[in-house]
């Protein structure tokens, strides 16, 4: 018995970006541009969609929701009548903390993508793991909230450097907090230079113009 | 807890390229801006690794350095954390250089030798 050395070289998510690379082939042929909607639980994803959805001129819009458990998110996307699927990633406790590209492939045949202009795939709440799945999105969007305080840039710099936007969310709340919006910035800065990001506020409804704009 | 994801693309890679030898070490290469705990890899592998080729294998994980690169100057640097700012021109439009690696280098498998001279 003797022990042989074989390289291999092979990126460990290869399964994944090829998987993702279809995925992106199958929403260019349909004309559809897809957003991975990211960030923490709690941060206020499906309000900010829930803003947008029905209300974008000459855009129509689909939603995939991803989560654990349960269909609360994707039940208030469909109160506004707009096509909405939902992934689960566990059907029964715990399950897996991203969606991958092979959850959302597994979803494609139930989405209309001939129908629609706009998907909006909105990942389960973390800010860690779904930065590192590419699902086969065109671009990203993390949403934070200014109630996670101003150090979240610094601790997830990985989430914040992934995407091309941040939404800083509840911004109606900020004179009930400590929160300082310009050091929170300075962080913001110091993980990704020159990100793009809005204020706004889903409850109020201040910085959603911005939001549907850049949509 | 992407570990186990990862994980399971780890053995899975492995197994592939062992030709239905037995694997005894895994190498792979892990990017500092990867977001892997080494403990909670190696971990999540022996888990997934059970009743696979991959049983009882080493992981052996390389870490990289994060190196980025300033597209405004050239300058190339070493970052351990934020801020990502070039340190000589403190231009922001960076590019990481190594450090995002993320891949299985080489597998270490058991050859029989007596499964040869079984057949002759």
Redesign the interface.
């Known amino acids: 018995m003797h022990r042989t050395h074989v390289k291999v070289l092979e990126d460990v998510l290869d399964a994944n970006g090829t998987i993702a690379r279809a995925n992106r082939a199958d929403f260019d042929r349909e004309h559809v541009t897809v957003i991975n909607l990211m960030g923490s639980p709690g941060a206020g994803k499906t309000s900010l969609l829930e803003q947008v959805v029905a209300s974008l001129p000459g855009v129509r819009v689909g939603v995939l929701e991803g989560d654990v458990k349960g269909t609360y998110d994707a039940d208030r996307i469909a109160a506004k009548h707009v096509p909405v699927t939902q992934i689960n990633t566990d059907p029964s406790f715990g399950g897996e903390c991203h969606l991958d590209a092979n959850m959302v492939r597994s979803a494609i045949p139930s989405l209309p993508l001939g129908e629609i202009d706009l998907l909006v795939i909105e990942n389960v709440g973390n800010l860690v793991c779904p930065a590192e799945f590419h699902v086969g999105e065109h671009t990203r969007v993390m949403v934070t909230s200014v109630t996670e305080g101003e150090d979240k840039p610094l601790k997830y710099p990985l989430m914040f450097r992934a995407c091309d936007l941040v939404l800083v969310n509840k911004i109606d709340l900020l004179p009930h907090l400590q929160i300082d919006m310009e050091r929170f910035l300075y962080h913001l800065d110091a993980v990704h230079p020159g990100v793009q990001h809005i204020e706004l506020s889903a409850t109020t409804g201040e910085g959603i113009e911005q939001w549907r704009d850049w949509l | ?2 570990e186990l ?2 994980a399971s ?2 053995c ?3 197994e592939r ?2 030709g239905g030898r037995r694997v ?1 070490r895994v190498h ?1 290469r892990v990017g500092r ?3 892997v705990v080494p403990e909670s890899l190696r971990f999540c592998f022996d888990m997934v690794a059970r009743e696979s080729l991959c049983e009882g294998a080493e992981l052996e994980l390389e870490i990289i350095p994060a190196v980025l690169s300033c597209k405004a100057c050239s300058h190339e640097w070493e970052i351990e ?5 070039c340190p000589r021109c403190a ?4 590019a990481p250089v190594r450090g995002e690696e ?13 499964a040869c001279i079984a057949h002759t």
Do not use: N
């Open positions: 807890m992407h994801s990862i693309a780890i899975a890679t492995a390229h062992a005894t792979v801006m990867r977001q954390s934020p801020p990502f700012w231009g922001g439009d960076v993320l891949e299985v280098e080489s597998i270490e498998i058991e050859e029989q030798e007596d």
